[in-house]
């Protein structure tokens, strides 16, 4: 998997979730600190960010914070960006905040990520 750097409009928007983080509201947190966020004000930035990508706009976004190493687990594609300073992820190595991945296998995360993945419904 290649890193691509994010387009200007998109390192903005990725910009903006992350300052936002500590206000976004966490829906969900397991007995690991793994945490789902929601809210009106990431769905709103999620969308921007999928037409900053050019990504089909039924495709939808999950911010997460990943406590302990995780692999994803994907039933289909989708695109990958670290909201982190950087991810590992293996395999692909190191993937730097301001870049994104589109993955279409399991990859697995290091611990301490926070990551933006849009995908398929």
Do not use: H
């Not at 945490?35 to 999928?50: E, H, P, Q, T």
């Not at 050019?54 to 989708?78: A, C, H, N, P």
């Amino acid at each position: 998997m290649k890193s691509q750097k994010l387009p200007l409009a998109a390192e903005e928007i990725r910009k903006e979730i992350k300052t936002l983080i500590p206000q976004i509201t966490t829906v969900e947190e397991d007995e690991n600190g793994n945490k789902k966020f929601g809210g009106d004000a990431l769905l709103v930035l999620i969308s921007r960010m999928k037409a900053a990508l050019e990504i089909d706009v039924t495709w939808e976004g999950r911010l997460r914070y990943w406590s302990k190493s995780t692999k994803l687990d994907l039933r289909k594609q989708g695109y990958l960006i670290p909201l982190s300073d950087e991810v590992q992820v293996n395999p692909g190595g190191v993937l730097p905040g301001g870049s994104f991945i589109q993955v279409n296998n399991e990859p697995v995360l290091g611990a301490g990520a926070t990551t933006l993945f849009i995908a398929p419904r």
